[in-house]
């Protein structure tokens, strides 16, 4: 059989419990149901940000949306959506 080698994190792990750092959890159900709740929240499909623009950019967006017949909302989260999804990349100005 071959023997397999840990890799650098699985030997710090392995290491940290052998040194007894590891302790276990006291109510597993209260911990596993509030790991859950956070996870849901975590995936849920729409969340709330607050974000600070410059008046100018925040004219520049509604005038934007105003154009495409679309709350300046809807224009914020597309572009948005669209970047982390490759279809707009970063320009960089030099």
């Known amino acids: 059989m071959k ?3 840990p ?3 699985e030997k710090e792990i392995l290491e940290s419990y ?3 750092e590891w302790t276990p959890i006291k109510n ?3 911990e596993l ?3 859950r709740r ?3 929240n975590t995936l849920q499909k729409s969340k ?3 974000i600070r623009l410059t008046e100018n950019d925040m ?3 509604r005038t934007k949306a105003a154009e495409e017949g679309i709350p300046y909302q809807s224009l914020i989260s597309g572009i948005l959506h669209k970047y982390l999804n490759g279809m707009l990349t970063e320009k960089r100005i030099s």
């Open 59 to 61: 004219i520049g967006i």
């Open 28 to 30: 597993k159900t209260a």
């Open 33 to 35: 149901a509030k790991l």
């Open 3 to 5: 023997k397999t080698v």
């Open 18 to 20: 052998e040194r007894g």
């Open 7 to 9: 890799d650098p994190e």
């Open 48 to 50: 709330r940000i607050n």
């Open 38 to 40: 956070y996870a849901r």
